[in-house]
């Protein structure tokens, strides 16, 4: 059997996409997926089960991805073509059974509102698979300082409006250190992307050195992941970063203001939210609002609303 399926180009996005792929994982179990998604996302699916083939669609102008991606698939015959990005392309190719999504109900999550695809009525919560290279470099990252609580930050976002101050993510670390017995000699991990260490590296050099560890950079995701699974607790930015720490079980806080969290907050049993004291219709009237903002929207959001937040999580989940 082979299915198709089209993805999203960026990371958070794709990761919200996950669990329907497990579905059909599970469920079609000697088939083969070739999975069409943005190059920034490749690296989340390398591990998937009965992969044949990752498409990287580059965006281009005047809809060249979607044409590259119809030469490099018209020729299979498709069992089945899962399209999460709402296209025409499916229809097009030769293709037994076709699914297309289209945004339907725009108040609700992203995943409730896929939750019939291909079929039934039930969420399908996000899954990262791992291998065992991946749990090896987490392994070996935290090396004798396994058996310690672990508190990760993902202080960075692709739009700069939707990041939390470096400072008062600092200020945060010292309260949940200096408050919580189980915390007071937990690790401190940092976690970002290429590019990202400029925003990132305020809050590193406030860490003592035999406490920190450095995950920003160029660092596969799925190795990070593996990493983010280890977590106590993990706090950051409305962030692709902040999807794959849900993904993959650890307790999770998501940080929002110029974003909905209605559609976007982390989802599973174990993760919470917090955001501005603005709410999202407010901050969207801001002169901040727009793709290069020179403030970031996030100023409504205090270190102590954030702390109270990580205490009731971390009450829930038992890691207090």
């Known amino acids: 059997m082979q299915i198709l399926f089209i993805t999203s180009s960026r990371v958070g996005d794709a990761i919200l996409t996950t669990g329907i792929l497990k579905y059909l994982v599970d469920h079609y179990k000697t088939a083969k997926f070739t999975i069409a998604c943005g190059p920034v996302a490749k690296g989340l699916f390398d591990n998937v089960p009965g992969l044949e083939a990752i498409i990287t669609m580059r965006k281009d102008s005047l809809l060249g991805h979607w044409r590259r991606l119809y030469f490099a698939t018209f020729l299979k015959r498709w069992d089945l073509v899962v399209d999460l990005r709402g296209s025409a392309i499916a229809w097009f190719l030769p293709a037994k059974k076709r699914v297309i999504y289209k945004k339907k109900n725009k108040k609700i999550h992203r995943i409730e509102d ?44 692709n739009w700069g409006a939707k990041i939390w101050e470096a400072d008062r993510f600092s200020n945060l670390v010292h309260l949940l250190t200096s408050n919580f017995r189980g915390l007071k000699s937990a690790m401190i991990a940092v976690v970002g992307g290429p590019g990202e260490e400029l925003i990132a590296k305020p809050i590193l050099d406030a860490i003592p050195c035999g406490r920190r560890i450095d995950l920003v950079g160029a660092i596969p995701f799925l190795d990070v992941a593996a990493v983010l699974q280890r977590a106590t607790l993990y706090i950051g930015n409305d962030s692709g ?15 929002f203001g110029p974003t909905r969290e209605a559609n976007y907050r982390p989802w599973g049993p174990r993760c919470a939210y917090v955001r501005t004291i603005e709410s999202f219709e407010q901050l969207s009237r801001h002169p901040d609002f727009r793709p290069d903002p020179t403030n970031s929207l996030m100023g409504g959001l205090s270190v102590e609303t954030v702390f109270n937040e990580c205490s009731k999580l971390l009450s829930e989940t038992g890691r207090n």
């Open 241 to 255: 970063l902040m999807h794959l720490a849900a993904a993959v079980g650890a307790p999770t806080l998501g940080l």
């Open 114 to 157: 896929m939750q019939n695809i291909p079929n039934g009525n039930t969420p399908h919560s996000p899954y990262i698979w791992l291998s065992k290279e991946n749990k090896k470099f987490a392994d070996d990252i935290l090396g004798e300082r396994m058996s310690q609580a672990l508190i990760i930050i993902g202080p960075t976002a």
